[in-house]
C-alpha cells in the first residue's frame, strides 16, 4: 500500500461537507504531508500501519478542538472517520489526484 501522493478528502461533519486537499509522503512506519482547505494550511504527522493512516490535526475554528483521523487506503480510494472531540464522529472519503 502506497498512500503517497495527492489527495482530495471530503469530510461529512455535521456542519456539513468540508473539503481538504493532502499532499502525503510515506517513511517506512510514518508519514508527512500537507493539508490545505477553507480554513487554511496545515503541516501533518502521522502513522502508518498496514494501509491504515492516523493523524490528529488541530483547529481554531469554528472553536479550538483537535480532530483524530483514521483512514485506510486502497489504491486510488480512502475512507475512514475523523473524531470531532465532544462533537462524535464524521466519516471521509478520499480519492487520489
Known sequence: MSADG???ITINTP??????TANITTSGDSFTGKTEGRMGSQEITGKVA????TWSSDITSP???TLEFEAKVDGDKMTGNVK???????????VRV
Open 63 to 65: 472553536m479550538p478542538m
Open 84 to 94: 470531532l472531540g465532544a462533537f462524535g464522529n464524521a466519516p471521509l472519503s478520499g
Open 15 to 20: 456542519m456539513g461537507a468540508q473539503e481538504v
Open 50 to 53: 498496514g494501509d491504515t493512516l
Open 6 to 8: 495527492n489527495w482530495k
